[in-house]
Structures are given as C-alpha cells and as structure tokens.
C-alpha cells in the first residue's frame, strides 16, 4: 500500500474513532471514549453506570434510572471531560456522585426522592451543574466550578439545597430554590471566595447560610421566606470575615440578616417583613461581631421584638445610611455593646422607642432621623449604665419636625413625647426636664395657615424675633421652617403690634446739690400697668398717678450726670417690650465759700488771722436765703461780730424759677467783699511791721557782739604788758 493511501486510512480511523457513538439500553462500565446514548428506562439494583475513560458523552436521552433504594446511578472516579445530560435518576442514595474529577458538565438532568443528594462532587474541580432539577447536591473540597439555571425543590432527603464544604472559588447563581428544609445555600468549613448571586430563593428554612467561611460574596439575591423563614442571610461561626454581602431583598424571615463575624460589609440590601415568623426576632441581628460596615441597608414593614436593628456584646460596628421601619418594638436596640457608629439613618416607628440602649455606652449618632406615627412612641431611652452623643439628630411627627442642629449627650434619660413632641403650629421642647437637649435648633411646622396678615413666630405666646427666631421660609408658606437658639414652645400667629408709647416726661433735674432724692415722670399709653425707671444700673418699678401717668423717685448719693430710660411692657396678647429714649439728670456739686476775717481785740501781739468756710447758699425760700459758716482757725479768738453773715434777703427772677436758683441781694455781697478786702489789707501791714522789727533787733545784736570781742582784745593785749 502506498504511503499517502496508509495514512489516508489512519486519519479516517481517528475521525471514526473521534466520533464513536453506542447506542446502550442497561447499566453498564463505560470504559472508553465516546459518545453513549440510553434507549429505554432503566430499573437497577446496584450503580448503574461506571464511567471509567475520559472524555465520555452519556446522553440519557430523557429516559430514567430507577434505583430501588441502592446507591448510586453514575460514578465517575478520576476522569476529565465527562458530560453526563438529559434523563431522570430516582431512589438512589446519590443520583451522581464525582470524586477527584477534573472537567465535568452536568445539564438537562431531573434527579429526586435521594436518599442523601442527588449530586455529590468530592475533590474535583471545573464542574458545571446546570439546567437541572434537584433536591440537593453536595460541592465539598471542589473548586472552579459553577451552578447555574437549575431548580431546587423538596425537603425529602438534604436539609440543605447546595452544600459547600471546604470548597472555594465556586459560582452559584440564577437558580431557583422552593420548599427547602434548611439552608438553600450553604458555605462551610472555610468555604472561601465563593459567589452567590442573581437566585430566587423562597418558602426556605434559611436563605443564604455562610459558617466559618470568608471572602465570599452574595449578591442581587430575592429571599421570601413566606413566613416560615428562620434567618434570610446569616453569617456565624468563629471565622467568619471580609464576606461582602450587597444589593439582596430578604422577606418573611424571623431574622432577616444575622451576622457573628469581623470585618464584613453589607450594602444596599432591602429587607422587609421581618420578625413576622415570631417573638424576638429582628431585622438585622448583630451578634458577638466587630468592625462590621453596614451601608444603605433598609428594613421597612417589619414587626420585632428586639428591633429593626438589634446589637448584642457587639463593638465599633459601623451603620450608615437607609430607612428603617416597624410596627412595633424599637428601632435601634444597643445590649452590652460600646463604641458604635450611626450615621445617616431614618428610623420610622409606631410604638415603643427609637433608640434603646442598656449597658452600653460610647456610640455616636449622626444625622439620625427618628419618626414617630403614634402619641404614645417614646424617642430615646438611655438606662442608668448607658450614654450615647448625638449631632444634627431630628424628631419627625405628621405634624412637624424639629432638628437639634448641635450635639448633646444622653446620660441615662428617657425622652418621650410628654417632653418633646410636634402637633399641629406647635414644636415643643421641655428644656427644664431636658437640659441637655437646650441647644439651637431648626423647626418645621407642616400645613399650617397660610393667610395671617402680620405672621409672626411666637415663643410661649410673645413675638420672637433675630436673633432668637429667624425664618427661613415666609411664615405664609404653609410649611413653615425657621431656626431658634433655645427651646420652649414656638408656633406661628398673627403679630402682636402694640408697643407702649412714652411722652410727657419731666423730673427735678438740677434741683439738689451733692445727694438727694430726684423725681421722675412720664406718660405711658399702650401698656399693661408694668412701667419701670432704669437710672444708674438699677430698676425701679413705677408708681401709676393718674389713667397714664407714671411716677418713681430714686436717692443719689453723689453729684454728676446720670442717664435714664423708661422702659414697659405693651397691653397687646405678647405683651411687648419698649423703651424709651435715654435722657439726662444732673445733680449739682456744692461750692465751699472761705471768708477771712481780722481781730480787732483780743489775742496778743497785733491779734491773729481766722479763716471762715462758709456753705453754698441755699434755694430761695420766703424771700430769704440761709447758709452754715464754720471757723477754721480753732486757736485764734475772734469776736463773734465778724462771723460772716448767714441769712440774707432773695428775690426770684424768671430765670430763678426755671433753673431752681436764687440771686442774693448785690449790695450785701458788696459790703462781704470790702470787709473781706480791709482784712486783707489790714494783715498785711500787720505782717510788715513784724518783718521791720525783726530786722532791727538783729542788727542791734550784731553790734553789740562786735563790741565785745574788741574789748576782750584790748584786755588781753593790757595783760601781756603788765607782766612784762
């Protein structure tokens, strides 16, 4: 044969071995490669098909295997790119069962009322399970494999639909599960990096269940437990962390999401009707875990006892963002757990409180929004042994809200709605009973009248203007919001415009001198009787005289100028404020008057000066006018006649009685004058005479000791002589 025609013949023999395909109508050993296509419905006792080659095609061709109870339908055992399709195995103990298989594609396959699992894949990787109905499989030590686009259904058999032990890498997405006895899906025993997503779970025992597993992702999942749900999503054991858990919807569950573990992130996952199942049930429960990140989770139309977000012995948890509603029990419940961040959070109830914490302390809350729908919803609750601090927290009724813009700190306090609340045009804070919560704040007021003619914003009653209150809408608007520094009770009225009005005034200015008492008056019209004089930092109350008269004294003590102002309260329902302008009362400073006189008689040589100080003279009275002279000069004797005099005559001018002043006769100030100025002189002359005096005897002296010293020198020199 020639060399082209053999291997012409080689490579058809390759083709027809390449495209073998038997036709096979019982159980059997499939040994070597190929295609094998099943004729007709099988009834066995043992393991039906062996497949021991690789690269084997077995076509069911949608007949079944009936097992009676006996082990398995298809065991394949260390081969690779084995495709087993389109048939039904039942009774069996494991419809299929692969170990330590490489390349194995399941599809089209109907496996149910096993014993144990329909599907068992042991150490084998790059299996793919799809378009199929199951009861059950187990994925354990497998990896690189994906199920996808089959249906779970049953609680005969497995109590979990997919089981993965020790299996990583592994995709599980768009299957259907229903009617499932436990978990639908289930990661344990260090099942890492693992995906979840895009399933249809209901009517299950537990959603998505990961245990002492990590990294994994479970995302864009439906869980509706109908009811009969323990827990939607839960993550326990002691290793559990970095799982990212985002975009699910999980409803009717007794638990909608449980986490026990470090490190995780949830985002973004809608979860209603929790707690429904029965008592102490939650929407989110945090147990025993740390460090978790929870970011714009909901849980909406749910019924717990514990709360729709309920944390035990857990710490530095993280939760930011999303709504959060419930018709009964509390919305945030902290036990034994410290040092937790809220932020950003709505918290929408009916009944019981917004927060409630026992034995807890040190968490913060920011941006937190607490909704109440019924009178008897209380907001806070801080036991003895638990504090948190808040910044910008609201409290929302269908009335209004009010926004506490600041931060303050609840210490074992219990705010209900008795103390903080928002009806209809009124916002109401107890700051006595609610110290601590006394900081500026924004008020809303919801579908209020919209037609005042002066609208104003009143603080128990009376007008409240900048910068106490200060609008930030039009007080018509309807809905009405502005900010105020301080709490009591605000609403919206028409203004009060009545403020009192002062005229008329007069007092005694200028009319005492160095202390005494002044007297002050006014007429006041549009006041309700309160009038009070405000003189040198002191107020005193007014005496009403007459129908707007208004009268009040007040005792100065020293001279000067002093400013006054009248102030009252309006007769109008606010009662407001008014003053007056400033004026100014004087008070005169007196003038001491010293006279000197001389003595004519009496005291020594040539007499002695007195010195005479003598008061300012007084108002004129009667006609006459009267001062005090007292001597200075107690030692000089002075004859009492020419003590300065102490009463004179007065006439009163027109400018007199204006001012208060008295103008004493001219010419007995003339006659002071010249006795004051003879004194004068006269001490003058007394004075040089004695300086004259003096003068001489000490010249005198001086002579008279010259004199002697030049008659002590003449003896002396008469002496020396007559011994010679």
């Not at 245990?211 to 993550?235: H, K, P, Q, R």
Request: glycine share 8%.
């Amino acid at each position: 044969m020639k060399r082209g025609n053999v291997l012409c013949f080689i490579i058809l023999l390759f083709i027809l071995f390449a495209t073998f395909s038997m036709a096979i109508d019982g159980c059997d050993i499939i040994s070597s490669a190929g295609t094998y296509t099943l004729t007709g419905n099988i009834t066995n006792e043992s393991t039906c098909f062996n497949i021991t080659s690789d690269n084997v095609v077995l076509d069911l061709a949608n007949f079944s295997i009936d097992l009676s109870n006996y082990p398995m339908g298809i065991y394949v055992e260390k081969k690779s790119n084995i495709t087993i399709k389109n048939g039904k195995i039942l009774n069996a103990w494991y419809g299929i069962h692969l170990l330590d298989s490489i390349g194995v594609n399941i599809s089209g396959m109907n496996i149910y009322n096993t014993n144990y699992r329909a599907i068992w894949s042991d150490n084998s990787s790059n299996v793919t399970i799809s378009n199929s109905f199951f009861n059950g499989i187990v994925i354990n030590m497998t990896k690189y494999s994906t199920i996808e686009y089959n249906i779970f259904e049953g609680t005969s058999g497995p109590s979990y639909a997919i089981d993965f032990l020790n299996s990583s890498w592994n995709n599980i997405n768009n299957n259907n599960f229903s009617a499932v006895g436990s978990d639908a899906v289930h990661l344990d025993d260090n099942s890492d990096y693992n995906s979840v997503s895009f399933n249809n779970i209901t009517n299950v025992g537990f959603g998505v269940g990961i245990v002492d597993s990590s990294y994994n992702e479970v995302f864009n999942n439906t869980v509706d437990g109908g009811f009969s749900c323990a827990d939607g999503i839960i993550l326990v054991g002691g290793i559990i962390k970095h799982n990212l858990v985002y975009n699910n919807q999980v409803s009717g569950c007794y638990d909608c999401l449980v986490i026990t573990g470090n490190y995780n992130n949830f985002t973004h996952n809608s979860m209603e009707k929790c707690g429904y199942n029965g008592a102490n049930g939650a929407g989110i429960f945090i147990l025993s875990s740390s460090n978790n990140s929870f970011v714009n989770n909901s849980v909406t139309d749910s019924k717990t006892d514990y709360g729709l977000i309920y944390l035990s012995n857990s710490h530095y948890n993280v939760i930011s963002g999303g709504t959060y509603s419930i018709s009964s029990s509390n919305g945030v419940y902290l036990s034994s757990s410290n040092n937790n961040q809220f932020k950003d959070i709505n918290l929408n109830l009916s009944d019981k409180y917004g927060i409630y914490a026992t034995s807890s302390i040190g968490s913060l809350f920011n941006n937190t929004k607490i909704i109440s729908n019924q009178s008897t919803q209380q907001w806070l609750y801080m036991a003895s042994n638990s504090n948190g601090l808040f910044t910008n927290t609201t409290f929302l009724t269908d009335s209004g809200e009010i926004n506490l813009i600041g931060m303050f700190n609840a210490t074992a306090k219990n705010v209900s709605r008795i103390n903080l609340d928002v009806t209809y045009n009124k916002a109401f804070l107890n700051s006595t009973n609610l110290t601590f919560m006394n900081i500026p704040s924004k008020i809303r007021l919801f579908n209020i009248q919209n037609n005042f003619s002066s609208p104003a914003i009143m603080k128990d009653g009376v007008t409240c203007s900048v910068p106490d209150c200060n609008n930030l809408t039009s007080l018509n608007a309807g809905n009405v919001t502005f900010n105020v520094t301080g709490w009591s009770n605000y609403s919206i009225a028409e203004a009060d415009t009545t403020y009192p009005i002062f005229s008329n005034y007069s007092d005694d200015s200028n009319s005492i001198t160095d202390a005494g008492i002044g007297f002050f008056n006014v007429i006041v019209t549009n006041t309700n009787g309160t009038v009070w004089l405000e003189i040198n930092n002191t107020n005193i109350t007014a005496t009403n005289t007459t129908a707007e008269a208004y009268h009040a004294n007040y005792t100065f003590l020293i001279n000067g100028s002093y400013n006054y102002t009248w102030h009252a309260y309006g007769s109008g329902f606010s009662n407001n404020l008014n003053n007056s302008e400033a004026r100014e009362y004087l008070v005169s400073a007196s003038t001491s008057e010293v006279v000197t006189e001389t003595a004519t008689s009496g005291g020594g040589a040539g007499g002695c000066f007195t010195t005479w100080d003598c008061s300012e003279w007084s108002n004129c009275n009667n006609g006459t006018q009267e001062r005090i002279c007292e001597k200075l000069d107690k030692d000089c004797y002075i004859d009492k006649k020419t003590k300065p005099i102490e009463i004179q005559n007065c006439t009163f001018s027109e400018e007199s009685l204006l001012s208060g002043e008295v103008e004493s006769l001219s010419q007995e100030k003339i006659n002071d004058i010249i006795i004051v100025s003879f004194s004068i002189i006269a001490g003058l002359i007394l004075i040089g005479a004695i300086i004259l005096m003096v003068r001489k005897l000490s010249f005198r002296n001086k002579q008279d000791v010259h004199h002697t010293k030049k008659h002590k020198k003449i003896y002396k020199h008469f002496r020396k002589k007559k011994r010679r």
